[in-house]
């Protein structure tokens, strides 16, 4: 394989690998090595096993920071379809990652680089190679950053997920015949994980703070916290 194929592929992932051999394993599917008569460890399917665990846990940690209130069952919701194979699949074509995969002649010739659960499983194959050429810390900032649509929609998808900012206008208008107001206080992270805080206030005085993914993340907690405080179920 050109090496340039793989210079794309850094670009598009947003990483630039130290141990390019790494990423060139992960991009080998069995397939292609079993025609070599070669088997085992320089395919990528031992770090398709290491890039899932490392998916789960980069994912479970943004979703238990992201929803503090959500219950465990919701969250294991969530985590499901963000690291379903579907899911997986579309990012990886995002990326063009097919573009890049080492397949044998039988899978070339109907259309591997296309499959649905090669591109999944070369994609984790790939965040294993990101973790032991940089650490997790490289991971995570290429998981949030190649899976921010996904993690973003996880607000809309949350099961039984209240809609506090409502619950709190209703109260307001009936205990202070006035509407809460909600003010930003600040914004922090870099571009793909940014963490926005908002106050409310009623009557010119807070009520609650909240901190989020979103600034609409950050409202609901704030309302939340705000009908805590107003002893509101």
Do not use: W
């Not at 088997?39 to 770090?47: A, P, S, V």
């Amino acid at each position: 394989m050109a090496s340039g194929v793989l210079e794309v592929l850094q670009g598009r992932l947003g990483y630039q690998f130290r141990q390019p051999a790494l990423l060139l394993q992960a991009v080998t599917h069995t397939s292609f090595l079993n025609e070599l008569g070669q088997t085992g460890d320089t395919d990528n399917e031992r770090f398709e096993f290491l890039g899932d665990a490392v998916l789960n846990l980069v994912v479970s940690e943004y979703l238990i920071t992201a929803f503090p209130y959500a219950t465990e069952g919701a969250l294991s919701k969530l985590r499901a379809r963000v690291v379903s194979e579907e899911t997986l699949a579309g990012v990886a074509r995002r990326l063009r990652l097919g573009d890049a995969l080492r397949l044998g002649k039988g899978e070339t010739l109907t259309h591997g680089n296309e499959k649905t659960s090669i591109l999944a499983d070369a994609f984790e194959a790939v965040l294993a190679s990101v973790y032991l050429d940089g650490g997790f810390q490289e991971a995570a900032a290429c998981i949030k950053r190649n899976l921010t649509k996904e993690l973003d929609s996880c607000d809309e998808q949350l099961p039984g997920r209240g809609d506090f900012k409502t619950d709190l206008q209703e109260l307001c208008q009936h205990r202070f015949e006035s509407l809460p107001q909600y003010q930003p206080m600040a914004e922090s992270g870099p571009d793909h994980e940014k963490t926005f805080e908002v106050e409310v206030l009623i009557r010119g005085i807070r009520y609650g703070l909240g901190s989020g993914r979103s600034k609409k993340e950050a409202e609901q907690v704030a309302a939340q916290h705000a009908l805590e405080r107003l002893n509101v179920g």
